[in-house]
C-alpha cells in the first residue's frame, strides 16, 4: 500500500509543481513505483515539467466521468518507466469534482504504486479543499522570504483547524545569504511558523535552463540538487535523515563561486 503527499502553496510562484514533478523523477531513479497527479484543475503544469505534454490523450475529468480507464489516463514517462502522470482537466473546474470519485482514484493508486504525489493548486480555493484530506500527509512549500512565510501560517492555521499538521519545504535557499548573515538557517527558519522541516532545495539557474528543455529539476546534472531531493524521498519514507546548516566547507563549488558573485 503507497503513501500519498498533497503539495499546496499559500502563494504561486513558489515552485511547488518544480518540486512536485523533481521529487517524483527522483523517487522513480531509485526505484519506487510514483503516480504523480496533476490536481491544479485547469492549470495543469506538470506535463510541461516533465516533458509529456504531446502524449496527453485523457485526463481526471475524463476519468471521473467513465469516458477512459485509469491506465488510459495514466501518462508512463519514456525515460523512467516506473513513473506515471495523471493530469487534470484542462478545461475543466474544481466544483466539477466530487469527493468521493477523487478518493476512489487515490485509493486506486494506493495499491498500484509506492508513491503518490499530488500536486494542488496555491492558496485556499476550492481545488485545494477538494484534495485535502484524501492524501495522506500535506505539504507547504515555500520560499525563505517574509511574504511566503506569512501566507504559509495562514494555510497551517486553517489545516491545523481541521486536525492536520503539514511538513514544510523550502524552496530557492541560498547558502551564500545564510553564509553571509543576511538569511536564517533553514531550521531556524521554519522554527519560526512551527512546522516540521522536511527538505530544502536550492537555488540553481540550471533548473530554468532543465525546463526549456522539457526535463524536471532533478535532470539538472547538478549533483547538489539531486542530493536535495533524494534526501526529502527519504524523509517521506520515515527514515531519519537530519537537516544540516549551511557551513562553508560543505558549499559545493558552484554554491562557493556564486557566494564569490555575492560578495
Known sequence: MGKSYLFISGKGGVGKSTLA????????????????????????????????????????????????????????????????????GQQARPKEFKRLDLQKILNTLHKRFDLVLVDGPAGLGRGMRNFVGLADEVLLVATPDAVSLRSVEKIAQDLYNQGIRPGLLFNRYTPGRVLAGELAQPNQLAATVDLPLLGVVEESPLVLDAQHAGHSAAQTGDEGMDTNFLDIVQRLLGLNNPIEDYLPEKLTRWQRFLKWLED
Open 21 to 88: 514533478a523533481a521529487i517524483g523523477v527522483a523517487a522513480a531513479r531509485a526505484g519506487m513505483r510514483v503516480a504523480l497527479v496533476d490536481a491544479d484543475i485547469g492549470l495543469r503544469s506538470l506535463d510541461l515539467l516533465l516533458g509529456l505534454q504531446d502524449r496527453i490523450l485523457y485526463d481526471m475529468a475524463d476519468l471521473t466521468q467513465r469516458r477512459c480507464s485509469l491506465d488510459q489516463a495514466l501518462i508512463k514517462h519514456p525515460e523512467f518507466p516506473t513513473l506515471s502522470l495523471l493530469v487534470g
